[in-house]
């Protein structure tokens, strides 16, 4: 069975089956079918950040990464702007995990799609595409270079 996906917008799937030449194929294709509505979803996907006394929404892409201020967490978007929230970095964790944010350190979440380069050493940073240097934790180091070697 082979599985033919038509998209007419970013927020229908149709799906229709035809025969198939080989199970593997249609495994594979049933596979990506589930999911391309979730990816597609995450395109556009935006966040609310309460910024001083109004919600600013973000695009989740435009954020390169989250830094922790006390009880606050500042945003750094591709844009060069910086918002200051009043929610706590573990929050956004939470909510960007999803969104391949990884959390580097006690005060960084990093958005994977931003990063340029690791320099390893006595202390790991990170270098990322707006030439921001984040440090890397010990603890969270190996897994890190894991997944960045895995790419």
Avoid: W
Wanted: hydrophobic residues 40%; contains cysteine; glycine residues 4%.
């Amino acid at each position: 069975m082979v599985l033919i996906v038509s998209v007419p917008s970013p927020y229908f799937v149709k799906k229709e089956y035809m025969p198939a030449e080989q199970d593997g194929e249609a495994q594979m294709r049933d596979a990506i079918a589930g999911s391309l509505p979730d990816f597609l979803s995450r395109l556009d996907q935006k966040i609310g950040l309460p910024y001083g006394n109004r919600i600013e929404l973000v695009n989740v892409n435009d954020i390169i990464r989250c830094e922790a201020q006390d009880n606050y967490t500042l945003f750094h978007l591709n844009d060069h702007r910086q918002l200051l929230s009043s929610r706590s970095l573990a929050v956004y964790e939470r909510k960007l995990t999803d969104y391949r944010f990884i959390r580097v350190h006690q005060s960084h979440l990093v958005n994977l799609r931003y990063i340029r380069s690791l320099i390893r050493g006595d202390h790991c940073q990170l270098l990322l595409t707006d030439q921001s240097v984040v440090e890397v934790s010990r603890r969270k180091k190996a897994d890190l270079v894991r997944y960045i070697s895995s790419l």
